[in-house]
Nanobody
Framework: QVQLVGSGGGLVQPGGSLRLSCAAS????????MGWYRQAQGKPRELVAI???????NYGDSVKGRFTISGDNAKNTVYLQMNSLKPEDTAVYYC?????????????WGQGTQVTVSS
């Protein structure tokens, strides 16, 4: 089993910055990808940013140029630097890990961390 522990959420003013962290622990076979999704109230969950095991990053269109994802393979940890935050970035942010187990992709989710952008 894999556990994901996220941290770094909170309240920030528009234009501000926050940094999220997500650390994975437990029995991990081969990380295929790791990153963040978010869900605003009344909306479906959407991709924020994800980084593959080989280091390729992908971003949701709404955060490109403002958010940066990075990873520390030795610590099984990913970081999301969020700059120029907007009120529409307000959401619960969920850490996600995709583990490749004998060619089968298994998804794990963290419990979510609230990010609120408001003046």
């Amino acid at each position: 089993q894999v556990q994901l522990v996220g941290s770094g959420g909170g309240l920030v003013q528009p234009g501000g910055s926050l940094r999220l962290s997500c650390a994975a622990s437990g029995t991990i076979f081969n990380i295929n990808a790791m990153g963040w999704y978010r869900q605003a109230q009344g909306k479906p969950r959407e991709l924020v940013a994800i980084i593959t095991g080989s280091g390729t990053a992908n971003y949701g269109d709404s955060v490109k140029g403002r958010f940066t994802i990075s990873g520390d393979n030795a610590k099984n940890t990913v970081y999301l630097q969020m700059n120029s935050l907007k009120p529409e970035d307000t959401a619960v942010y969920y850490c996600n890990l995709v583990d490749e187990v004998k060619r089968i992709l298994v998804n794990y989710w963290g419990q979510g961390t609230q990010v609120t952008v408001s003046s």
